[in-house]
């Protein structure tokens, strides 16, 4: 052997032992990420495994727009409704959007809330003038065709109010000649049409414009969701809800249709929210009772 070779043999052990020892370390730093994030660049052992990039277009321009813009209700009580004496959205469906707002850029309040009626909330996402819509909506067939649906956030049924000592108490009584008020674009006004389709429905634009007519004689029972009129009830304690809910309501957040990647993000929202318990705290905090299991 030549010299070469005496410090060749040492030399070739060594980076055979480098090479097992930085496959050994390749394996656990690349075992715990996705199999889809790219690796992570050498000499970055420290930094974060790069989290698996979402594809959703609506996700995006949130980001780009440092700002999420919900479309929520600034009519119904405990879900979304404008206080007068602060000029605050508040309910529900608004701390929801909060929380949203905290997963996707940190901060709560980079949000803007804008407000939508039932009959305009499919057509403004459509349009691109929300990203969300979080606003008392049930999931249902036709509407899956239009948008795409979280998981369900929130269990609702359809009932009556009616002014205490009403003869109405029950879907029974509304018959021909019962004047009953409901809200454009909502299932509420499908629904009643069906189950009750001798009675006259009168619908309005919005829910409070709905309680006012009621309150003013204009029609003998307003329906709609259970928890919406319970709202009202709290806003007016004269009048009270009768009768069991004749429709089962889940509520689901809408999305643009296709963009699933961005259901994911608001789906892992909700899952967030249970497991932390907040979800348990913000139902009691609005409904004055725990949800039900
Ligand atoms: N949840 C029903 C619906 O989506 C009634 C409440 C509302 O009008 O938003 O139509």
């Given at each position: 052997m030549n010299k070469r070779s005496y410090l060749a043999l040492p030399l070739t052990l060594m980076l055979m032992l480098v090479t097992i020892l930085a496959g050994c370390g390749d394996k656990e730093t690349s075992a715990p990420a996705a199999s889809t994030a790219p690796a992570a660049s050498a000499g970055?052992?420290?930094?974060?495994?790069?989290?698996p990039k979402?594809?959703?277009k609506t996700l995006d321009a949130i980001k780009k727009r440092g700002k999420l813009v919900a479309g929520v209700k600034f009519d119904t009580n405990l879900f979304g409704l404008k206080n007068p004496a602060n000029g605050n959205v508040e309910g529900f469906d608004i701390d929801i959007a909060k929380a949203l707002a905290k997963k996707i850029l940190g901060d709560e309040t980079k949000l803007e809330l804008k407000e939508v009626t039932s009959?305009?909330?499919?057509?403004?996402?459509?349009?691109?003038?929300?990203?969300?819509i979080i606003a008392t909506m049930t999931i249902t067939e036709e509407r899956k065709q239009q948008v795409e649906f979280s998981d369900v956030y929130f269990k609702a049924g359809q009932a009556l109010l009616v002014k205490k000592g009403s003869p109405i108490k029950s879907l029974a009584d509304v018959k021909k000649g019962v004047k009953v008020l409901s809200v454009k674009g909502s299932t509420s006004a499908k629904n009643i049409r069906e189950k009750a389709p001798d009675a006259t429905v009168l619908e309005f634009e919005n829910y409070q414009d709905a309680f006012t007519a009621l309150k003013a004689g204009q029609g003998d029972t307003l329906t709609t969701d259970n928890a919406i009129l319970f709202g009202m009830m709290k806003q007016d304690p004269g009048y009270e809800v009768v009768g069991d809910t004749f429709t089962e309501e889940p509520y689901g957040m809408a999305i643009v249709k296709g963009d699933t990647g961005f259901a994911g993000v608001v789906n892992e929202l909700l899952k967030d929210l249970k497991a932390s318990g907040q979800y348990d705290k913000l139902y009691e905090q609005w409904m004055g009772v725990k949800p039900s299991k």
């Open positions: 970055a052992a420290s930094a974060k495994p790069a989290e979402i594809d959703s009959k305009t909330r499919i057509p403004m996402l459509q349009n691109g003038e929300i990203d969300i």
